[in-house]
C-alpha cells in the first residue's frame, strides 16, 4: 500500500477574498464537470490524487501558484461547488479544515447510508490515511486539514496536508483508493484514535492487509517510501520565475492567443469570437481538463490564465475570468441539451495548442510576458488582495474624518 503523492509547499499566510473564492468555486466546478463528462468519475479521481494535477488546477483557478494555501481553497471551492450538484454528478466532497476535518466521519456515514455503500468501511479508510500521514511517518509534518472526495460507486481520493512550523513548510498528502483497496476491503480493520494517541488494532486475523501495509512502512525509512510515489517540491520565492515554467509550452499558449492566424483559428474551434486575453485562459483550462500527466511537471505555467492573488505572476484579471466562466458555461449547458459542439471545442482547441507546440517551436519570451500582463492589468480588472487592503484604508480615514 502506498500513497499516490505527496507535494512539499512553502507555509503561507493570509486569506482566500471573497471576490476569489466566488470565481474558484465556479471555474473549479466546471472545470470537474467537463472532467467528468469526458473521461467519467474515475478519471477525476484520479487527477485529485496526483499532486502535479492539483498544483496546476489551483493555479489556473487564480490561487498562489506554490504556497500551501493552495490546497484548503481549492478543496474548499470543490466542496461548496460540487456538493450541491452532487445528485447529478455524483461526486461528494468531505472534510476540510480543522472542524470541518473532525466532521468528515460523520459526513461519510451519512453518505454511504444515501448511498448504500460500506459506511464503515469508508470511514475506517479516512482514518487510516490520516494515520499512516501524521503517526506512521515520522517526518515532522501534523496533519491539519484532511479532504475527502467520494464517487457514487465508491470509489475515494484523500487530499490532506500538514504543517512543520520548524521548516516553515507544508506537506500535501494524496491518496487514491484504486492503489489501496487492501484497506478498504478489510472489514474488521480499525483505528481508534484519542486527542494524544493513536491505537492501531492489529490483532484481527482480517486485517492482515492492514497490518503488513503498515509495519512495512512504519519500518521504511521515511524517504524510501517518499520516494515511492510522485513528489513536488515547490521552492520558497513567491514569484513565478522562468525556470519555474517549460517555455515551450507557454510560447504555444501566448502564440495561439497573440498571433491572429492562430487566434482567428481558435476562435473558430470553440465557436465564439473571443479576445486574446480570454484565448490564453481557455487554452490553459482546456489543457487542465484534457492534458495527460507528463503535462504538469510546471503548474507554475497555468498561473498565466488567471494571474494570482497575491499578484504573482500578475493580478487577477476578473474581466477575462468573468468572460472565461461564461464561454465554459455556455458550453456545458448546450451538451446537456444535446448539442456538444462548444465544449468539443476545448478538445481541439488543447490539440491544436500541441499542434503549435510541436510544429513551431516557440519559446517565451517570460520577461516580455509578464511586462505585457502587468501593462493590460488595469483594462481587463486586475486586481490582488493588495487592493483590498488599498480600499479598506481609504474606507477607514473617511470613517475617522466624520469624527
Known amino acids: 500500500m502506498r500513497r499516490s503523492g505527496t507535494a512539499d509547499l512553502p507555509l503561507h499566510g493570509g486569506r482566500v477574498p471573497a471576490w476569489l473564492a466566488e470565481r474558484m468555486t465556479k471555474l473549479g466546478t466546471a472545470i470537474s464537470e467537463m472532467v467528468v463528462r469526458e473521461y467519467g468519475r474515475p478519471e477525476l479521481l484520479s487527477r485529485l490524487s496526483d499532486p502535479f494535477w492539483f498544483q496546476s488546477l489551483g493555479c489556473v483557478m487564480g490561487m498562489d501558484w506554490h504556497s500551501s494555501g493552495i490546497t484548503t481553497s481549492v478543496l474548499g471551492a470543490l466542496k461548496r461547488g460540487l456538493n450541491p450538484r452532487a445528485e447529478e454528478l455524483g461526486i461528494y466532497v468531505c472534510g ?11 459526513e461519510l ?17 479516512s482514518r487510516l490515511t490520516a494515520r499512516v500521514d501524521n503517526n506512521a511517518i515520522a517526518d515532522g509534518f501534523q496533519l491539519y486539514l484532511h479532504g475527502f472526495i467520494l464517487s457514487r460507486e465508491g470509489e475515494w481520493t484523500v487530499v490532506q496536508q500538514g504543517m512543520n512550523d520548524n521548516t516553515g513548510r507544508a506537506r500535501r498528502y494524496h491518496w487514491h483508493s484504486a492503489s489501496v483497496r487492501d484497506f478498504t476491503l478489510a472489514p474488521h480493520t480499525a483505528i481508534v484514535g484519542e486527542p494524544q494517541g493513536t491505537i492501531m488494532n492489529l490483532v484481527d486475523a482480517q486485517a492482515r492487509p492492514a497490518q503488513d501495509a503498515l509495519l512495512s ?3 521504511d525509512h521515511p524517504d524510501k517510501t517518499l520516494a515511492e510515489a510522485r513528489k513536488l517540491t515547490l ?4 514569484d513565478v520565475r522562468a525556470e519555474n515554467i517549460d517555455l515551450k509550452r507557454l510560447g504555444a499558449i501566448l ?6 492566424d492562430f487566434r482567428d483559428f481558435a476562435s473558430l ?8 486575453r480570454t484565448l490564453q485562459s481557455l487554452a490553459l483550462v482546456a489543457e487542465v481538463v484534457h ?6 511537471t510546471d503548474p507554475a505555467r497555468f498561473s498565466f490564465a488567471q494571474g494570482g492573488k497575491d499578484g504573482h505572476p500578475f493580478p487577477v484579471p476578473l474581466k477575462t475570468y468573468d468572460e472565461s466562466l461564461a464561454v465554459l458555461r455556455r458550453a456545458l449547458d448546450r451538451a446537456k441539451l444535446g448539442n456538444t ?3 468539443d471545442g476545448f478538445k481541439r482547441l488543447d490539440r491544436f495548442t500541441r499542434n503549435i507546440e510541436q510544429r513551431f517551436l516557440p519559446q517565451a519570451n517570460f520577461d516580455r510576458a509578464i511586462a505585457h500582463e502587468r501593462a493590460i492589468s488595469k483594462s481587463i480588472g486586475g486586481r490582488t488582495v493588495m487592493d483590498d487592503k488599498t480600499v479598506m484604508r481609504r474606507e477607514t480615514r473617511k470613517q475617522l474624518s466624520l469624527f
Do not use: C, Y
Not at 521552492?235 to 513567491?238: F, I, Q, S
Not at 474551434?269 to 486574446?276: A, I, V
Open 291 to 296: 492534458g495527460t500527466p507528463s503535462r504538469f
Open 109 to 125: 456515514r451519512t453518505l454511504a447510508d444515501k448511498l448504500s455503500l460500506d459506511g464503515d468501511s469508508l470511514v475506517r479508510s
Open 235 to 238: 521552492p520558497a520565492h513567491h
Open 217 to 219: 512502512i512504519a519500518h
Open 269 to 276: 474551434l470553440l465557436l465564439e469570437t473571443l479576445g486574446p
Open 255 to 260: 502564440a495561439l492567443a497573440h498571433e491572429q
Open 96 to 106: 476540510g479544515r480543522g472542524r470541518h476535518s473532525r466532521r468528515t466521519p460523520e
Open 341 to 343: 459542439e462548444k465544449i
